[in-house]
């Protein structure tokens, strides 16, 4: 299904063509019928010569509600720009066309309706080559020009045939399996309840299918679907359609509003963008203009930040960084329209390049204009290397499709002939340039901690992850890849260290260390204390040992010699062998220590699955233990 937008200043006739073309009268306000004048969107449909059932949405042409002209014209297929014959092109007509060339809208048909009024050869000749000045360079360069009367029915038929080549030529919207839907139009009906109206942008929505609105992130169930009045199972991509939503109130959603698969969407207040600058524009852009951003149905303010210039004149082209007002879940490739808000004027638009950059770029820097440019050539290799080199972190190609609004296949593709993609575990890649940052900083950190804590094995992972600016997953894969590479060592115990890292004694720190390992040896299962043993090294020192694994430590208090810990294991296993059970007595007795070493130790076991508790007993569970 195929979407038509008319388009033109105000009392050119669209609502009067659109009737004529339809039967249904879009003015469906009381005021719109008071006043004569088209004020909001007004839909209807109509069947071409070739058998396609297409919708048509009639807009606003007074300058005062080319705000409301907007919400409609972002999910058209084709545009049917009305200029009368008696008057020729207007101020709304230009502005107008102009919002539909901005927009990329890709084909279109001029209806140049009233000729009933306008019976003069050469008047009509002057206006004809007028229209055809206008449109030069436009998206609307090569539209036919159709003549007709909408009053008199002349002309509609050609205008029909016209509509329907143009849109036989005009490919049909992608459909990348993404439901997106900006609502237009919301109300209720008595007994189905809260109903939303809009054209989908990509994919599908089904009967029973659970949907959210964002940005508000407000879920709902699809009770029933309606296109053209009838009742549908499911609604495609490029379709207008009527959803009636179950578990939301008509007060809770508005205009704006995107209906969308719950969490497939993230919105945005801050986008990188592509902008054209109209010729017609009446000032020149400069960074932190005030502007009023539109994009589908939404609309909000926006505060303009200029990339890579001071200023734009009318009629250049440049790269923007807009900080919006409120949050809207954009994606890249979404196009737009900026309009000064006092006094209104629309003075250019473009492309969303970046939907989600996460920063505010340096202005004036090469490297972020370079980056711009990059991404708005569009091609997927480039997309995806610069979406790599400008993260901090390895990402997933789910995580590139999310940034860059290319399809999974298109990525995987792509990153095998990136030369400067590095391949990590669980399906992470890097730029070559981020790897070797984050293994730097990683470098540098470590030196650091080795030098302020001489006697520690290593840093915490956590402590690490905390300095490195990933998330939990993508540090884990990192630090997976340093250690296969030799570049960082983890250990057992959580901690990381440089390679060539170890722990040295001073003469000092050595001799009071051979004093305590002698204790331990008089005394291996009574030996001294986690206290007494840093009383007689320091605790920085004890700690080192214990890190290193000379000595074990069971609990707060209770420490024992790797060796001695090892042999209490054999024994205990044994035991556990010919009785099949242990208690704290027996060990007690059997190794000749007291209460506290034998509980001590028996919890520890249990604690690293050596055993397992059975009541006061304690029976095999794991062997060899984990130490």
Same mark, same amino acid.
């Given at each position: ?9 105000? #009392? ?37 010569? =070739? ?89 609307? =360069? ?74 508000? /992130? ?31 109130? /008509? ?56 990339? $890579? ?5 009318? $009629? ?17 490739? =979404? ?17 969303? *390049? ?24 569009? =091609? ?39 030369? #400067?993609?590095?391949?990590?575990? #669980? ?160 060990? /007690? ?18 604690? *690293? ?7 006061? #007993? ?10």
């Amino acid at each position: 299904m195929r979407v038509i937008g008319t388009a033109g200043h105000v #009392d050119h006739g669209k609502s009067t063509l659109v009737r004529a073309l339809t039967g249904i009268d879009p003015d469906r306000l009381k005021e719109e019928k008071a006043r004569e004048m088209t004020i909001d969107l007004g839909f209807a449909h109509f069947t071409l010569p =070739d058998g396609q059932v297409v919708s048509l949405i009639d807009v606003p042409g007074h300058r005062d509600f080319i705000e409301n002209m907007l919400a409609g014209v972002g999910g058209i297929d084709a545009a049917i720009l009305v200029i009368a014959a008696d008057e020729g092109m207007m101020p709304q007509t230009r502005e107008h066309l102009a919002i539909l060339d901005l927009l990329r809208i890709p084909a279109g048909v001029v209806a140049l309706t009233k000729t009933d009024l306008a019976d003069d050869p050469e008047w009509l000749a002057l206006v004809h080559a007028d229209i055809r000045t206008a449109l030069a360079g436009t998206m609307l =360069d090569s539209a036919p020009i159709v003549p007709l009367s909408a009053r008199r029915g002349s002309g509609l038929d050609d205008l029909r045939s016209a509509l329907s080549t143009v849109l036989q030529k005009t490919p049909a919207r992608i459909d990348r399996g993404s439901p997106r839907m900006w609502i237009d139009r919301v109300f209720t009906i008595s007994g189905f309840g809260t109903v939303v109206t809009g054209t989908l942008l990509d994919g599908a929505l089904t009967v029973g299918q659970e949907v959210e609105c964002q940005p508000s /992130r407000l879920r709902a169930r699809i009770r029933g679907i309606q296109a053209h009045g009838e009742a549908q199972t499911v609604a495609s991509a490029g379709s207008r359609a009527a959803i009636n939503l179950a578990g939301v109130e /008509r007060q809770q959603v508005k205009r704006g509003q995107l209906l969308t698969l719950p969490d497939t969407l993230q919105a945005t207040l801050l986008i990188d963008v592509q902008f054209d600058h109209l010729r017609t524009a009446g000032r020149v852009l400069r960074h932190n203009n005030e502007v009023k951003f539109f994009c589908g149905s939404a609309e909000c303010m926006a505060r303009v930040r200029l990339i $890579g210039a001071e200023t734009l004149a009318a $009629g250049e082209s440049g790269w923007l960084q807009l900080e919006l007002a409120v949050p809207l879940p954009l994606r890249n490739g =979404d196009r737009f329209i900026l309009r000064y808000p006092s006094p209104g004027e629309t003075f250019g638009g473009g492309i969303v *390049i970046d939907a989600h950059p996460g920063q505010r770029w340096r202005r004036l820097r090469p490297d972020v204009v370079t980056r711009f440019e990059t991404l708005a050539r569009g =091609d997927p290799a480039d997309i995806v290397s610069a979406a790599l080199a400008i993260a901090n972190q390895p990402l997933t190609i789910a995580q590139l499709a999310d940034s860059s609004a290319l399809g999974t296949n298109l990525i995987a593709t792509a990153l095998v002939t990136l030369p #400067d993609t590095i391949t990590l575990p #669980d399906g992470f890649f890097m730029h070559s340039t981020v790897w070797e940052s984050a293994v730097q900083k990683s470098i540098r950190v470590l030196q650091t901690f080795h030098k302020d804590e001489p006697l520690r094995s290593g840093m915490s992972a956590d402590a690490l992850h905390s300095r490195s600016g990933m998330d939990q997953a993508a540090f884990r894969s990192f630090i997976a890849l340093c250690n296969a590479r030799g570049v960082l060592r983890s250990m057992p115990n959580g901690e990381i260290a440089l390679p060539d890292h170890k722990i040295r004694f001073t003469v000092a720190q050595q001799s009071s260390i051979q004093h305590l390992l002698r204790d331990f040896a008089r005394a291996p299962y009574s030996p001294p204390s986690y206290t007494d043993a840093s009383a007689i090294v320091g605790e920085a020192v004890l700690r080192a040992l214990i890190d290193r694994g000379d000595l074990i430590q069971v609990s707060p208090e209770v420490l024992f010699a790797a060796e001695a810990f090892g042999a209490l294991c054999e024994a205990i296993h044994d035991t556990l062998l010919k009785h099949g059970r242990i208690d704290v007595k027996t060990l /007690r007795d059997q190794v000749g220590t007291s209460r506290k070493y034998a509980l001590a130790i028996l919890e520890h076991l249990d604690k *690293i699955g050596f055993t397992r508790r059975d009541g006061d #007993d304690r029976v095999l569970n794991l062997w060899p233990p984990r130490l």
